[in-house]
């Protein structure tokens, strides 16, 4: 990933491989295939990622035979974002399609 790098929402903040939570003083440091995994999902926040997408973006193949790969990031990053991994409401998965990160952006706080 590109140093100048950065991708946040309002609920999440990624510059390079540091991640910045609300309610977190100190930023997690990401490893680099967890930093790219979530910065791709930041580019379609809201939005279903299939697994095709991912392994293309993330990890440069088109080879979807064992995607266990992903699976394994996905779970490190949930470590890392949910309150509560195994009942994720950030990361989530869209079964038999890939995976769904939400995020907060201020459009859709609504007026204050």
């Not at 266990?68 to 890392?80: A, G, S």
């Not at 869209?94 to 201020?106: A, F, I, Q, W």
Request: aromatic share 6%.
């Amino acid at each position: 990933m590109n140093n100048d790098q950065s991708h946040s929402a309002s609920t999440l903040r990624l510059v390079e491989r540091d991640l910045y939570l609300p309610g977190r003083e100190w930023p997690i440091r990401l490893r680099p295939t967890e930093a790219g995994l979530l910065a791709t999902l930041l580019r379609y926040s809201n939005q279903t990622v299939s697994r095709a997408t991912l392994m293309r973006e993330v990890w440069q193949t088109d080879f979807l035979d064992d995607t266990r790969t992903l699976d394994v990031h996905i779970h490190w990053l949930r470590r890392k974002i949910e309150d509560d991994p195994n009942r994720p409401r950030r990361l989530v998965t869209v079964k038999g399609v890939g995976y769904c990160l939400r995020v907060e952006t201020n459009r859709q706080k609504g007026p204050q």
